[in-house]
Structures are given as structure tokens and as C-alpha cells.
T-cell receptor, first 115, second 115 residues
Framework: DGGITQSPKYLFRKEGQNVTLSCEQN?????MYWYRQDPGQGLRLIYY???????QKGDIAEGYSVSREKKESFPLTVTSAQKNPTAFYLC??????????????FGQGTRLTVV | AQTVTQSQPEMSVQEAETVTLSCTYD???????LFWYKQPPSRQMILVIR??????QNATENRFSVNFQKAAKSFSLKISDSQLGDTAMYFC????????????FGKGTHLIIQP
């Protein structure tokens, strides 16, 4: 099946711990994105990557880190510096080349809870 | 930077009625795209409809249509013959031409279709 896989679906973290959320895609898309969703806040962009080994900060990058070592993978690490990490995290991908507009596809999300 | 504003946190209508969701945006870009996304209780993001800024004709997709007023920077979504399955969060989103830096979302409108 072609698609985007986010894992795990639910994640619990103790305060002070780093945790990594996985996003894998087999759509051969160049661009990948991480969004954070909070109640009443919509989706906010954390980080994005257009090509392997390159990524840019989004609107709320503080306390997060990413890597893009492979085209298929864009893991997000929530560090202990993130003061309020409890949220729903969505990964998205786009073809990123060819016609100007290409549709963004979203994963199923990971619900992170700090305990 | 661009902003997207949805002024209706929640709306409720009866099944089969027509409902309009409001969205305004602010940008200095001339080349951009606008979208409406649906997020049902499963939390999967689903693209409902898109509008290219350079097109004067309003986009339509079956029961879904938009009213795009470029000068007023307004982009409303009309759902005709509403169905119980339309119950969801609806997000208005903006993307610059090329889409390199992803989507900017509004805070969402929770639409409830009553039987």
C-alpha cells in the first residue's frame, strides 16, 4: 500500500525525557512536514524538509528537532526543552516537484501525552 | 507572513440544510492556493476542495462549493444537502505558490449535523 505511516499512535512521555515520533512514506514524495494540533489552535508547522539532508524551521520549532537522512523518513524528536509537548502531531508529504500545485497527504497522527 | 482566520468555532445545522463556513486570510502574495480540509473524529485530514488564486471561477466538488472573493480576501465553504457524515472539524488553509513552506491553517470550525 502507498501511504504515510506514523508511529506510534499513542505515546506517553515522562517530564524531562526526549521522545521520537516516526513518519515514514512510500509515496516517493520529496517534501515532508510536521504539524502540531492543539484544541482550538488549528495545525501549526513545526519543521519541514524539501530534500534529503535539508530541513527548515516552521512557526513553532523551539523544543523540537528533526532529521532527513532518507527520502522516506522524517522523524521528529520532542526534547525536554519543549515546555508543553502534550498534543496531536501530524506528518504530511507533498510531491514537491512538477506542476506548481501538488496535494498534501497526511498521516494518521500521533497523540503524545506527558505524564 | 500570512494568516488565516476562521471566526466560527462551532456550527450546528439540521441534516439536509445548507451551511456556510467562513474564512478570511491575509497575505501579500499574488500567487497562492486556498483549501478546505475536513477532519472527522478519526482525525484523518481529508482535502475537500481547493481554489487557485488566479482563477476567478469558484471551485465546486459535488455538494461542496466555495465563494472566493480575492479582493476581500474571503474564502467561504458552502455545503449543500448536509449529511450526518459531514460532521467534522473543517480547516481553511493557505499555501503560497510552489508550496515549499507548507500550509498555513485557520483554527477550525467544528460542524455538527443534527439528525
Amino acid at each position: 500500500d502507498g501511504g504515510i505511516t506514523q508511529s506510534p499512535k499513542y505515546l506517553f512521555r515522562k517530564e524531562g525525557q526526549n521522545v521520537t515520533l516516526s513518519c515514514e512514506q512510500n509515496l516517493n514524495h520529496d517534501a515532508m512536514y510536521w504539524y502540531r494540533q492543539d484544541p482550538g489552535q488549528g495545525l501549526r508547522l513545526i519543521y519541514y524538509s524539501q530534500i534529503v539532508n535539508d530541513f527548515q524551521k516552521g512557526d513553532i520549532a523551539e523544543g523540537y528537532s528533526v532529521s532527513r537522512e532518507k527520502k522516506e523518513s522524517f522523524p521528529l524528536t520532542v526534547t525536554s526543552a519543549q515546555k508543553n509537548p502534550t498534543a496531536f502531531y501530524l506528518c504530511a508529504t507533498r510531491l514537491g516537484r512538477g506542476p506548481v500545485w501538488t496535494e498534501a497527504f497526511f498521516g494518521q497522527g500521533t497523540r503524545l501525552t506527558v505524564v | 507572513a500570512q494568516t488565516v482566520t476562521q471566526s466560527q468555532p462551532e456550527m450546528s445545522v439540521q441534516e439536509a440544510e445548507t451551511v456556510t463556513l467562513s474564512c478570511t486570510y491575509d497575505t501579500s502574495e499574488n500567487n497562492y492556493y486556498l483549501f478546505w480540509y475536513k477532519q472527522p473524529p478519526s482525525r484523518q485530514m481529508i482535502l475537500v476542495i481547493r481554489q487557485e488564486a488566479y482563477k476567478q471561477q469558484n471551485a465546486t466538488e459535488n455538494r461542496f462549493s466555495v465563494n472566493f472573493q480575492k479582493a476581500a480576501k474571503s474564502f467561504s465553504l458552502k455545503i449543500s444537502d448536509s449529511q450526518l457524515g459531514d460532521t467534522a472539524m473543517y480547516f481553511c488553509a493557505f499555501m503560497k505558490g510552489g508550496g515549499a513552506d507548507g500550509l498555513t491553517f485557520g483554527k477550525g470550525t467544528h460542524l455538527i449535523i443534527q439528525p
